[in-house]
């Protein structure tokens, strides 16, 4: 029963990080996602990048919900995005205040995939 909750959060988890890819194909969209409008083509680039980085995450996060082997490192790899996201939205200022709200996303993810992972590790 517990690797079946895993599996679902990790699948729902996968899709919020797949969600900002959407940027890459309608950069307009930064405002709604973050609060910002994307000003010059640089930051245009590095916001679509950030989309598409997100949804790699995104994909292995959905891939170790039906693959348990793979758990290990994607939770990794989501724990290092959200760690870092968190620690530059929180020291830093004058940001938009969406910014906040993606962050509180991230904590709550966090704690969801630690559960994941003491299943997974329990497991074994």
Known sequence: MLDKISSIILFLIGIINILPVIVFFSPTRTKSLYGINLEGETLSILMRHRGVLLSIVGIALIVAAFKADYRILAIALAFIS??????????STNYAT?????????????IALAFVLGVHLYKE
């Open 82 to 91: 959200k760690v870092t996201f968190i620690f530059l939205v929180w020291t």
């Open 98 to 110: 969406e910014l906040n709200k993606v962050a509180w996303i991230d904590v709550g993810a966090m």
